[in-house]
């Protein structure tokens, strides 16, 4: 639960801009305890964070693996507009 409630607290911090906070929070979260959705959505995290700090190799990077890998269809969009972008 704590791992959620810190996915929620990145992107958050994301959408405010608050790239520094955005990135700790995600940093915290430990991949492994979490199921394939929120995993999902953490990498998503991930990549969006990255393009908007303008780490565009990594964004990619990410935003292919989803593609390859996700079988959530709202990550799936996601992703090709990442990788669009």
Same mark, same amino acid.
């Given at each position: 639960?704590?791992?959620?409630? /810190?996915? !929620?607290? !990145?992107? $958050? +911090? &994301? ?6 906070? $955005? ?5 915290? &979260? %430990?991949?492994?305890?979490?199921? %394939?959705?929120? /995993?999902?959505?953490? +990498?998503? $995290? %991930?990549? =969006? ?5 303008? /780490?565009? !190799? ?8 989803? =593609? ?5 269809? =709202? &990550?799936? =969009?996601?992703? +090709?507009? !990442?990788? $669009?972008?």
């Amino acid at each position: 639960m704590q791992a959620l409630s /810190r996915l !929620g607290k !990145g992107w $958050a +911090y &994301i959408k405010l801009q608050k790239y520094a906070e $955005a990135e700790a929070a995600l940093s915290e &979260i %430990k991949e492994d305890g979490l199921e %394939k959705p929120s /995993r999902d959505a953490l +990498y998503l $995290a %991930k990549a =969006v964070l990255m393009s908007e700090t303008n /780490r565009l !190799g990594e964004a990619a990077k990410i935003y292919e693996e989803l =593609v390859a890998k996700t079988d959530d269809p =709202v &990550i799936l =969009v996601q992703a +090709y507009i !990442g990788k $669009a972008d």
